[in-house]
């Protein structure tokens, strides 16, 4: 059930995604054909200032969109009216969260990436990064194993990010007035709970570090293998802390059936 649920919910929020990437990357290949006949005359000068204007602005709004959207889904689709028929499905809550959870991390983790790309194209310097990437890896002798290590650390961070905003959000409805604006309380609350808590982690790391607790007798690439795993592993601990305290609250806090 939950691959079922997650098919239907990945659609619903991959869809507008698509169609504003779509538009996005039409605007940013406008720019770039316009970039090749700049200094002809000043109209198409002007035209490509706005054009490429237009296309940074809309990269930017893109992975805001994005963020909006996996929100949205799930306020409407679980917190609010449509929750309704969400919520009577046979399936546990806490089902129905990890299917959000997983497609608004997928969605966030995606756009990112393609914002990235996009701002690439952008600037007119994708082949030098190609390039670039090619010398770091020749160079610096990067393993593939810490670059995988990076790249999972990296869905770790956006799917503690998600579960942050779905229970700020789950929290905020559970008072009975308010709702919007107890929910952007927590999401500052839950954000500097997380920063201290960072803090404090990367203090204790650091003296472990500056002691030789930690790294005796392994090289500095084995060392960066075991920062990214010890950092990925705090981060899922604090996605299965939050998760766990949002199902708590869409079970007992909120009357949601």
Not at 197 to 204: A, Q, S
Not at 219 to 240: E, H, K, M, R
């Amino acid at each position: 059930m939950l691959g079922k649920l997650i098919k239907y919910d990945l659609k619903a929020m991959a869809k507008p995604m698509a169609v504003f990437f779509l538009i996005t990357l039409i605007t940013v290949i406008s720019s770039l054909i316009l970039r090749k006949f700049t200094n002809i005359t000043w109209v198409i000068d002007l035209f490509f200032g706005l054009i490429s204007f237009a296309a940074g602005l809309l990269i930017f709004i893109s992975f805001i969109m994005a963020i909006v959207i996996v929100v949205r889904r799930f306020v409407t689709n679980v917190l609010k009216d449509e929750g309704y028929l969400t919520n009577t499905l046979p399936v546990s809550k806490a089902t129905i969260l990890a299917s959000k959870s997983i497609c608004a991390t997928i969605v966030v983790t995606v756009s990112g990436l393609i914002s990235i790309i996009l701002i690439i194209l952008l600037s007119g310097g994708f082949k030098d990064f190609i390039w670039g990437l090619q010398e770091i890896f020749r160079t610096e002798n990067v393993p593939v194993l810490t670059i995988i290590l990076f790249g999972i650390l990296i869905i770790s961070q956006a799917f503690v990010s998600v579960c942050a905003l779905n229970f700020s959000f789950a929290l905020g409805h559970s008072h009975s007035k308010n709702k919007t604006l107890m929910s952007v309380l927590y999401i500052f609350l839950t954000y500097i709970a997380a920063q201290v808590i960072l803090v404090i982690l990367t203090v204790v790391l650091s003296k472990l570090i500056d002691s030789n607790l930690l790294f005796s007798s392994i090289d500095t690439l084995d060392n960066v293998n075991v920062i990214i795993i010890g950092i990925t592993f705090i981060v899922l601990c604090g996605s299965a802390i939050l998760f766990a305290l949002t199902n708590f609250v869409l079970n007992n806090k909120l009357n949601l059936e």
